[in-house]
Nanobody, 123 residues
């Protein structure tokens, strides 16, 4: 069974930081690109960051570039999203997703979705 278990969401203040984690299992993790998507209340899901098979290839949405960092630990089948300088606009449910072939976040159509973790940023 494919699992992408996201965790680490919660309440943060404007200007604060959070670190999301994603534990992957049930598929050939090393052969998949991983991304984080988010869905804010009343809005469509959007890709925010993606990473290739190693840390060498990453891509970010303009709205998070310079504030968010995606990384992966292939030895542990884990992916992380370090979020800094948070704003209320970052409030959303964040999803960890996987795709067999890497592409940038705009064209990242996931093969697998995980359950989300809620991030709430207070003003």
């Amino acid at each position: 069974e494919v699992q992408l278990q996201a965790s680490g969401g919660g309440l943060a203040q404007t200007g604060g930081f959070l670190r999301l984690s994603c534990a992957a299992s049930g598929f050939r993790y090393d052969d998949y690109a991983i991304a984080w998507f988010r869905q804010a209340p009343g809005k469509e899901r959007e890709g925010v960051a993606c990473i290739g098979y190693s840390d060498s290839v990453t891509n970010y949405a303009d709205s998070v570039k310079g504030r968010f960092t995606i990384s992966r630990d292939n030895a542990k089948n884990m992916v992380y999203l370090q979020m800094a300088t948070l704003t209320p606009g970052d409030t959303a449910v964040y999803y960890c997703v996987a795709r067999e072939f890497y592409t940038d976040y705009r064209r990242f159509v996931p093969d697998y979705w995980g359950q989300g973790t809620l991030v709430t940023v207070s003003s």
